[in-house]
């Protein structure tokens, strides 16, 4: 499991989702430092700089040490680029900027108000696995629907868990809902951390969420399935690797095990942050050996 990782973004706050989800923490768990603070430049695209931020999860001493109210949070990450203005709330229309613009908007301050209601509680040492994700699947639910309010947005909740994977599923359906997809599921990726966290915020053990709307991660899953399927059958014909196209890190993580009881191919990612992507290649037939084993 990777410990650091260095990325880039239009905003901080993107960059810092991006290093969330390639880690799989949440930001009280990261060290973060800036190695090129961004700048929107021009009329907001002319000479433009992206922000380069280089994150590390903290040992467990590190985490130890940290006092409970110096802990860097999401939403006092999110206040620095919340709007200082009151923003009108009207419906979200599908594949408009600016309506994409105000949903993010929106997004981070119902994630500010609804963390900073949250008071600091001893977490629950000996609770149960069962108690800890009922617990989750509240607090996801009631911070999805306060969100869907604010949006002025009908949408149905419906949930799934899964104990031995402590994982909570959250499903939405709804209209009008293309906005909080966003391009290639980035601004679902961004939302699916924001309710991590906020499921997360006193819970122990740590749980996994994953949140999918309108069917789109299931309908997207299949269809990176089926792709490294055939990716990996033109490896085999040809035996030569092959490259794909950079992906979001949720992406690579379905094309790697799409292929991982794969005998004849393996797959690994190269490259830094959006221009990293999965290579495929063919199995040498020691390392085939190994795999067959630890299949069987």
């Known amino acids: 499991m990777k410990t650091e990782v260095t990325v880039t973004g239009k905003t901080y706050d993107e960059a810092l989702t991006k290093a969330l989800l390639e880690l799989e923490t949440t930001s009280d768990r990261l060290e973060v430092s800036v190695v090129e603070q961004g700048s929107s430049g021009l009329l907001g695209f002319i000479g433009s700089k ?14 130890e040490e940290k006092l409970p109210d110096q802990v860097e949070t999401c939403a006092e990450v999110c206040e620095e680029a919340a709007p200082t203005e009151p923003v009108t709330v009207t419906p979200v229309i599908e594949n408009e900027p600016a309506k994409q613009q105000e949903v993010e908007e929106k997004v ?6 609804t963390l900073e209601a949250a008071k600091p509680e001893k977490k629950m040492q000996d609770a149960s696995i069962e108690t800890s994700l009922e617990n989750g699947k509240k607090a996801g639910i009631d911070f999805l629907k306060k969100l869907f309010e604010t949006l002025k947005l009908e949408a149905e909740i419906e949930t799934q868990i899964r104990a031995q994977e402590k994982t909570v599923i959250f499903h939405v359906k709804g209209e009008n809902l293309g906005a909080l997809i966003g391009k290639r599921g980035q601004t679902l990726d961004a939302l699916q951390y924001l309710v991590s966290h906020v499921v997360n915020k006193k819970q122990e053990p740590f749980l996994r969420v994953k949140l999918d709307i309108g ?26 690797p092959y490259t794909l196209d950079p992906m979001t890190p949720n992406e690579r993580r379905i094309i790697h095990a799409a292929l991982q009881r794969d005998r004849y191919v393996t797959t690994h990612s190269e490259g830094e942050g959006e221009q990293r992507h999965v290579v495929i290649t063919l ?5 085939r050996q190994k795999k067959e084993g630890s299949i069987k």
């Open 50 to 63: 992206p922000w380069k931020l280089h994150a590390v999860i903290k040992t467990a001493e590190q985490q």
């Open 108 to 113: 981070l301050q119902t994630t500010n108000k």
């Open 215 to 240: 069917s789109y991660r299931e309908k997207q899953e299949n269809k990176l399935r089926a792709f490294a399927r055939n990716a990996a059958r033109r490896v085999k014909q040809s035996g030569k």
């Open 283 to 287: 199995q040498k037939d020691g390392d």
